[in-house]
């Protein structure tokens, strides 16, 4: 089989697959390997084993399953093989990383980690397994350059269940923030450019701000309104009795301290908000109300990071509805601008992005493999063939337009 691309894309794939082929001793394996990120590049409807062997040309599916699950090569190093592919080719200083996770469906009880836990990818509760993921996004373009799958607590206490799933020993429960903060800090260790750094709520906590503010790293890291801060409004906000609507008698006002996100962005001046871009959507570019109010501090005096940054908490308010808002807690150099606040916060599309595209493109989700190596070497394959995808995409938008005869024009 041979990947069905323009010549100079074909060529990039060969270097590419090159590149990939340095982790393998014996040339069998490195030949199959090749020919599985072929495959999950090829247009088969579907990218489990049998499509795939199918689109190689073997018989049966034995082959590829081998290199996911017994031959000898680094995942681990494939995985940096893409984020370095990825930043050579879409790698900017105002870049951004973003991290989200995302479930898998299964059927079964057997796949490494699977439970039925909370999967964002239906909105409910149901038998998954999940993924925590980290994106690089710039300009140029955007794609996946981390992985890690979430073991319960269950499981890491099953003996018999890890050894049925190959779950090496010094994997120990990790909660999925922990292992989003431990791919953002393994990014960033290894020199990825990038101005900020982007996490939604159920994937932030106070580790992870204090490991970006003494890095003197940007953030924009949503939470929750019921996020506790301390702040020093313009007016003291209305207490949470009479928030609820009972009686606050003998409830004093606060002019500075503690408060939730939702009561600071009730007490902010109505001519404090304004209007700002948050990206195409599909009538159009959407506009939505932003404003901010610095805080006091945020963590402990030896996390407060350089002295000319602030921290903020930066609200974003539907203009159709004000009653739907958004919240993030924002570290960044003082001069800031609110409009540049709100390009970044709504860059949260990219990795959703991403992971759309990986399923309908590259069989992100189409692996058939129940054990732990298993699954990091489809998933990190399946990164790689998206990496290939999102680097040939921004070469062409950066190609001079052709003129008839084949020359630039």
Not at 27 to 51: D, H, I, M, T, V
Request: charged share 25%; glycine share 8%; net charge neutral.
């Amino acid at each position: 089989m041979s990947w069905n691309g323009p010549p100079a894309c074909r060529d990039e794939l060969d270097l590419l697959k090159q590149r990939l082929g340095s982790l393998f001793v014996r040339p069998e394996p490195r030949r199959q390997a090749g020919l599985y990120l072929e495959a999950l590049l090829s247009g088969a409807q579907r990218k489990n084993g049998w499509q795939l062997a199918e689109q190689i040309g073997d018989a049966r599916p034995w082959r590829t399953q081998r290199v996911l699950s017994h031959v000898q090569w680094d995942q681990d190093a494939a995985r940096d093989i893409c984020r370095d592919y990825v930043i050579e080719h879409l790698g900017r200083s105002d870049a951004v990383l973003v991290a989200d996770e995302t479930g898998f469906l299964k059927k079964g009880t057997h796949s490494a980690g699977v439970a039925r836990q909370d999967c964002g990818t239906v909105g409910r509760i149901d038998n998954c397994q999940i993924g925590v993921f980290l994106a690089y996004a710039s300009d140029k373009g955007h794609a996946l350059i981390d992985r890690a799958l979430y073991l319960p607590e269950a499981w890491c206490a099953d003996a018999a269940r890890r050894e049925e799933a190959a779950i090496p020993e010094a994997v120990v429960f990790a909660t999925r923030p922990v292992l989003a903060r431990q791919m953002i800090e393994r990014a960033l260790d290894a020199g990825a450019p990038c101005a900020w750094v982007l996490v939604d709520a159920h994937l932030e906590d106070p580790e992870l701000r204090a490991a970006l503010q003494r890095r003197a790293q940007a953030f924009v890291l949503t939470v929750r309104s019921n996020e506790p801060v301390w702040a020093r409004p313009a007016k003291a906000p209305t207490s949470r009795l009479q928030l609820a609507g009972r009686p606050a008698e003998g409830v004093r006002e606060k002019k500075s301290g503690c408060y939730t996100a939702a009561e600071l962005a009730a007490a902010h001046p109505a001519n404090a908000w304004r209007c700002h871009p948050a990206g195409a959507g599909t009538k159009g570019e959407c506009l939505y109300d932003w404003a901010r109010v610095p805080l006091a501090h945020l963590g402990g005096p030896a996390h407060r990071g350089p002295a000319h940054w602030r921290h903020w908490l930066l609200f974003r308010r539907d203009r159709q509805d004000p009653g739907d808002l958004s919240y993030y807690l924002v570290f960044a150099p003082a001069n800031t601008a609110l409009a540049t606040l709100a390009r970044v916060a709504c860059l949260r599309w990219t990795i959703k992005d991403c992971f759309e595209i990986a399923r309908q493109e590259v069989g992100l989700n189409d692996y058939e493999v129940r054990s732990w190596q298993g699954w990091y070497r489809h998933i990190t394959l399946a990164m790689l063939a998206l990496a290939f995808l999102m680097a040939m995409q921004a070469g062409l938008s950066a190609s001079p337009p052709q003129s008839e005869d084949g020359s630039a024009a």
